[in-house]
């Protein structure tokens, strides 16, 4: 079962292209572009970033045991490190 979308403000491109950097960097695959689906650690979300300042997040798979506000709190705090 997916989770509800999670919308994140205030993602400029210097900050969308830092967070993908650091996912891909914990081993997610994030594919180009402003739309998609990343995969990794059991995780499966998509994301559409409208290309200024707008990111939402939709959790469509997970690992049983972990609940949807923890995914998408990780989620966040990459995107946190990035806005600093």
Not at 39 to 50: E, K, L, P, T
């Amino acid at each position: 079962m997916g989770c509800r979308p999670v919308t994140i403000k205030d993602v400029t491109p210097e900050v969308f292209n830092c967070m993908k950097k650091k996912l891909q960097g914990a081993g997610i695959h994030v594919p180009p572009g402003k739309k998609g689906e990343l995969s990794g650690s059991g995780v499966v979300a998509d994301y559409d970033w409208d290309g200024e300042s707008k990111l939402t997040v939709t959790i469509t798979e997970k690992p049983f045991i972990v609940g949807c506000s923890a995914v998408a709190g990780k989620i966040k705090n990459f995107v946190k490190e990035c806005q600093k």
